[in-house]
């Protein structure tokens, strides 16, 4: 069966410049990396920065959703406008608690937003309020890193 | 043993630069690399290269007594390159908006999209944010 983070779609978005951008893992056996390896799939990093009714975000939930049913790891880093997606007051909030439940640690899918962002004081629970850092942490311990961009 | 720091190419795409907000949150969430246990290369394209303006300078007013915000993404590149993060800026996106390399924050480095082309393939992982 094909691996949806291997297809040349991420990759031909990056040429073409359009929605999904770039990349390969850097193989950093992190914590996140781990426990995907000791569950079953890879280790997926979306980095959303788009808001809710944009189409790369509703292709970055399908993805999402498509990753875990083939049983692999997902983790959202929302900046941005991508902060509203998992606001309590938006459409796509239903989506983002769907995904994340009330944050269970045996949850496929972590969903993080720059706390930074003061829309973000709304998020539907299970989200975590991080920042910056939690990127970066997360680009050095996943598989395959995605970004998000309009 | 430590793990090998990853290289990682970030790509700016978007810029706002005159939006009204304290910081632009993607340069914002790249300025957090810097503390951590990788080591990156970044890269203005598109409008990002916007960002890399030297001169931007936005008022920040007031609207019936509240200050409007503004961030100030010159300040932000400044310290990412006062911090040994190579920064550079895509030379056609800079031509295609009559933005000499001249007028870019003091380190900047134009590159060509062969080399940005080359970059991709050098670095451990690429990803690309926008604001």
């Known amino acids: 069966m094909s691996d949806p983070t291997q297809t040349g779609a991420s990759a031909e978005a990056a040429r073409t410049g359009t929605g999904w951008s770039a990349t390969v893992g850097s193989g950093d056996p992190g914590a996140f990396a781990e426990a995907a390896r000791t569950g079953t799939g890879r280790s997926i990093v979306l980095a959303l920065g788009t808001a809710p009714k944009h189409g790369a975000t509703v292709a970055a939930l399908r993805l999402a959703h498509e990753a875990v049913q083939r049983g692999h790891q997902v983790a959202v880093y929302a900046y941005g406008d991508g902060v509203r997606i998992g606001a309590d007051s938006c459409p796509t909030s239903a989506y983002v608690r769907e995904f994340v439940g009330e944050g269970d640690d045996d949850r496929p899918v972590r969903w993080i937003v720059d706390g930074s962002d003061p829309r973000t004081s709304t998020q539907v629970p299970g989200v975590v309020r991080g920042d910056g850092s939690d990127l970066w942490r997360l680009v050095r311990e996943g598989d395959v890193v995605l970004g998000v961009t309009a | ?131």
């Open chain 2, 1 to 131: 043993m430590n793990a090998p720091r990853p290289s990682v190419l970030s790509i700016v795409r978007g810029a706002d630069a005159g939006a009204a907000r304290e910081a632009d949150p993607a340069l914002d969430a790249n300025a957090y690399a810097v503390a951590d246990e990788i080591d990156m290369t970044l890269v203005l394209k598109d409008r990002g290269v916007e960002l890399g303006l030297d001169d931007i300078r936005c008022d920040r007013g007031t609207l019936i007594g509240v200050v409007i915000p503004a961030a100030e993404p010159a300040i932000d590149l400044r310290a990412l390159l006062d911090s040994g993060v190579q920064v550079r800026a895509v030379a056609e996106d800079l031509e295609a908006r009559g933005i000499a390399p001249a007028a870019l924050v003091a380190g900047i480095e134009p590159v060509t999209e062969a080399d940005l082309a080359r970059m991709i393939v050098e670095h451990d992982v690429t990803l690309t944010t926008s604001s």
